[in-house]
């Protein structure tokens, strides 16, 4: 019941009450109009609901932090189509729930709009959020109101839940390209794009003959095109991926601490996969899903894939249990050949070495540095 309602009820009882003690042409006219009043506001929002179309889509799936201390904004955009050219929509309102799985925060909120008559409105829906993850919004309700805000009337309910990712700035990196381009002697089908090897399956380089250069690398056709000798440059064989285990250990003294850290974990993934994105370096990532109770892994090679990477590894929660991860990342590295690998975390745990996950190629990186590298 609104606010219009109430009021309106007042109204009535009080004009019922006038006309029955001071039966007056005025008063009786007045009760009049308060009762043909509401069926015209009635008739008048049933015209304006037979017209009005609502949708909800997410434009933006992506926002990324400006700072880490600062909040974020994650939006979707609620659609009104009002079809009727002569009754604008003054007042709607939209009940919206949001909820971030990965950091805990959750919420509703109410959002009015008005809409001109045969216009279209796309009125955004700002959902502030302090921590990175992935929030889903979903418009649970959409409701209009006549012009004295006596009758509401839904116009759409249950949409889509939309999902938008809270990612954190990037962080400058400093990390070895070259040291984890991953070099195998076996056949593949990736080359380096920085360094020669010696496969002359594939051309890394042409360029003009040296003392030195062996007769077997001349490039014959392009010599006589060019009138001097010419020698190819082979390229350098590439493993398929870098493995990237993710630490989904946070500690800390109380709840912000914990957050403070599942951030600089997220921006420590981010940071990582962008950089080698750019570089051309393919890697999996590897993470306990302690709801399943499986190992999940993602290949990433382009940025739309670590995207959908992070939306899988948002729905799983954060755990205190550090012996539980290295054990199942343990059992399931066991008779895998692992020729590099890297390890992020923001646990610091020092028995990683000592519980044997910690080889000759496994990389561990603290992301709570005020830079990283390693």
């Given at each position: 019941?609104?606010?219009?309602?109430?009021?309106?009820?007042?109204?009535?009882?009080?004009?019922?009450f006038?006309?029955?003690?001071?039966?007056?042409?005025?008063?009786v006219?007045?009760?009049?109009?308060?009762?043909?009043?509401?069926?015209?506001?009635?008739?008048?929002?049933?015209?304006?609901?037979?017209?009005?179309t609502?949708?909800?889509?997410?434009?933006?799936?992506?926002t990324e932090?400006?700072?880490m201390?600062?909040?974020?904004?994650?939006?979707?955009?609620?659609?009104?189509?009002?079809?009727?050219?002569?009754?604008?929509?003054?007042?709607?309102?939209?009940?919206?729930?949001?909820?971030?799985?990965?950091?805990?925060?959750?919420g509703?909120?109410?959002?009015?709009?008005?809409?001109?008559?045969?216009?279209?409105?796309?009125?955004?829906?700002?959902?502030?959020?302090?921590?990175?993850?992935?929030?889903?919004?979903?418009?649970?309700?959409?409701?209009?109101?006549?012009?004295?805000?006596?009758?509401?009337?839904?116009?759409?309910?249950?949409?889509?839940?939309?999902?938008?990712?809270?990612?954190?700035?990037?962080?400058e990196?400093?990390?070895?390209?070259?040291?984890?381009?991953?070099?195998?002697?076996?056949?593949?089908?990736?080359?380096?794009l920085?360094?020669?090897?010696?496969?002359?399956?594939?051309?890394?380089?042409?360029?003009?003959?040296?003392?030195?250069?062996?007769?077997?690398?001349?490039?014959?056709?392009?010599?006589?095109?060019?009138?001097?000798?010419?020698v190819?440059?082979?390229?350098?064989?590439?493993?398929?991926?870098?493995?990237?285990?993710?630490?989904?250990?946070?500690?800390?003294?109380?709840?912000?601490?914990?957050?403070?850290?599942?951030?600089?974990?997220?921006?420590?993934?981010?940071?990582?996969?962008?950089?080698?994105?750019?570089?051309?370096?393919?890697?999996?990532?590897?993470?306990?899903?302690?709801?399943?109770?499986?190992?999940?892994?993602?290949?990433?090679?382009?940025?739309?894939?670590?995207?959908w990477?992070?939306?899988?590894?948002?729905?799983?929660?954060?755990?205190?249990d550090?012996?539980?991860?290295?054990?199942?990342?343990?059992?399931?590295?066991?008779?895998?050949?692992?020729?590099?690998?890297?390890?992020?975390?923001?646990?610091?745990?020092?028995?990683?070495?000592?519980?044997?996950?910690?080889?000759?190629?496994?990389?561990?990186?603290?992301?709570?540095?005020?830079r990283?590298?390693?």
């Open positions: 019941m609104t606010i219009g309602t109430l009021l309106y009820v007042f109204l009535f009882l009080l004009g019922l006038i006309s029955i003690f001071y039966m007056e042409f005025g008063t006219a007045i009760m009049g109009m308060l009762i043909i009043m509401p069926m015209v506001m009635l008739a008048l929002l049933i015209l304006q609901r037979l017209r009005i609502v949708s909800v889509d997410s434009k933006n799936p992506v932090k400006e700072a201390e600062k909040p974020a904004r994650a939006s979707i955009t609620l659609s009104v189509e009002n079809g009727n050219r002569i009754l604008p929509v003054t007042k709607g309102i939209a009940q919206v729930r949001y909820e971030n799985l990965f950091s805990g925060e959750k509703k909120m109410k959002v009015r709009f008005s809409v001109d008559s045969g216009r279209k409105r796309d009125r955004r829906i700002p959902v502030v959020m302090q921590n990175c993850g992935n929030v889903a919004i979903k418009v649970e309700k959409v409701r209009i109101y006549d012009y004295l805000n006596i009758f509401a009337w839904t116009v759409g309910k249950n949409f889509e839940t939309q999902n938008v990712l809270v990612l954190p700035p990037l962080r990196m400093y990390l070895d390209r070259d040291g984890w381009y991953n070099e195998t002697e076996e056949d593949s089908d990736r080359f380096s920085y360094k020669k090897g010696d496969d002359p399956s594939e051309i890394f380089n042409v360029r003009e003959f040296a003392d030195g250069d062996k007769i077997q690398t001349i490039h014959w056709k392009l010599s006589g095109k060019t009138g001097s000798l010419m190819k440059e082979g390229s350098l064989p590439l493993t398929k991926v870098i493995n990237i285990f993710v630490d989904l250990c946070v500690v800390g003294e109380n709840a912000e601490q914990r957050h403070k850290n599942s951030n600089l974990l997220v921006q420590g993934i981010y940071s990582v996969s962008m950089y080698m994105i750019e570089n051309a370096i393919p890697q999996k990532y590897i993470w306990y899903d302690r709801e399943n109770e499986v190992i999940q892994e993602r290949i990433v090679e382009h940025e739309e894939e670590l995207l990477m992070f939306q899988d590894l948002f729905k799983c929660r954060i755990t205190k550090a012996d539980e991860l290295v054990q199942t990342y343990l059992a399931w590295e066991e008779g895998r050949p692992l020729e590099s690998a890297m390890y992020l975390t923001v646990a610091g745990h020092t028995e990683l070495e000592s519980m044997g996950l910690v080889r000759d190629r496994l990389e561990v990186m603290d992301l709570r540095g005020e990283f590298e390693v």
